[in-house]
């Protein structure tokens, strides 16, 4: 039985340590509150990820480290500096090998299916954040300060996750609701399974020839988001998916009164258009087939539908 120290409680930072509890090792967890899923094994901690010498205490001793937390989105540019140099500072300390939960922010737009050996072109703020982020921890493994590697991942599916399709979208086609979307409806979208993130998280950890770059988890083949509502809706045993497109005005209209609108201005690009993830590199390299774009769905209705989201 080895230690490993996840930070964050959320859908990849709980679905990974389940996995890992449940395969018999040694799991704490860190969260601002002490949160996370109640199960034998897993340890809860209370700490703020940002305080560099607090966290390198609690990663004391652990083989892997994981970064899984998730500031709120309009606090990237305040809040991820400070986690991301506590996080390598914990990792240099501690020697434990520092595995990050990314995204595909830092590719900026693309006119082409994603791989890992693309340049970081980002066109967002939050694309900046994530490219620094890396760069440094990249840097730090180049000088052997520490060992480190990424996992990216889409827009994810599965219990309790916070993409615009299930915030937006799956709750009303769910109670057969009318729903306008900031998006073109017919582009294909990868969407990533958190699950798949959290085993592909385990691997790169445990795999020494992995680390030192970039990899994208294995992600089911794209379905564009009135595929996956038309999906969703038949699952859930509701009436027919109705979508329409919301409009660049209406989303800036709606972003004047709720945060979460205005921060998706600067990534409209990855839902007006293709944004396609190609994780051969992963599938290939840990023999991880992608949950069934179906079975993500159901995990993700099934969660929506539980007493604690009435």
């Given at each position: ?25 040694q ?69 434990a ?8 922010y830092?590719?900026g ?25 890396w ?31 299930s ?9 057969g ?9 017919d ?6 399974c ?35 509502a ?58 991880i ?6 079975d ?15």
């Amino acid at each position: 039985m080895s230690l490993h120290v996840i930070v964050g409680a959320g859908p990849v930072g709980s679905a990974t340590a389940r996995l890992l509890a449940r395969e018999g090792e040694q799991v704490r967890l860190i969260t601002r509150r002490g949160g996370g899923p109640d199960e034998a094994g897993i340890e809860h901690v209370a700490c703020d990820a940002s305080d560099a010498d607090a966290l390198a205490r609690y990663a004391e001793g652990a083989v892997a480290l994981y970064s899984c937390a998730g500031p709120a989105y309009h606090r990237w540019v305040i809040d991820w500096p400070p986690m991301g140099a506590a996080l390598i500072h914990a990792a240099e300390k501690s020697g434990a090998v520092l595995v990050t939960t990314g995204n595909l922010y830092g590719y900026g737009r693309v006119d082409a299916p994603m791989t890992e050996d693309l340049p970081p072109r980002p066109n967002s703020v939050k694309g900046e954040v994530r490219v620094r982020l890396w760069a440094d921890a990249l840097a730090a493994h180049n000088a052997g300060r520490i060992r480190t590697a990424e996992v990216r991942g889409s827009d994810y599916l599965g219990a309790g996750t916070m993409s615009p399709f299930s915030v937006m979208v799956l709750p009303k086609i769910i109670a057969g609701r009318r729903c306008s979307v900031p998006a073109d409806l017919d582009a294909p979208h990868s969407w990533t399974c958190t699950g798949d993130m959290a085993r592909t998280l385990v691997a790169v950890a445990a795999d020494e020839t992995a680390w030192g770059r970039p990899w994208h988890a294995p992600t089911a083949p794209p379905l564009s988001i009135r595929a996956l509502a038309t999906r969703a809706a038949d699952l859930a045993g509701a009436p027919a998916a109705r979508l329409s497109t919301m409009s660049g005005i209406a989303l800036r209209a709606a972003g004047l009164f709720t945060p979460a609108a205005k921060e998706m201005l600067e990534i409209q690009y990855q839902l007006r258009r293709p944004f396609v993830l190609d994780s051969t590199a992963a599938t290939t390299a840990f023999e991880i087939e992608p949950t069934p774009t179906d079975d993500a769905l159901r995990q993700t209705i099934e969660h929506l539908r539980a007493p604690a989201f009435p």
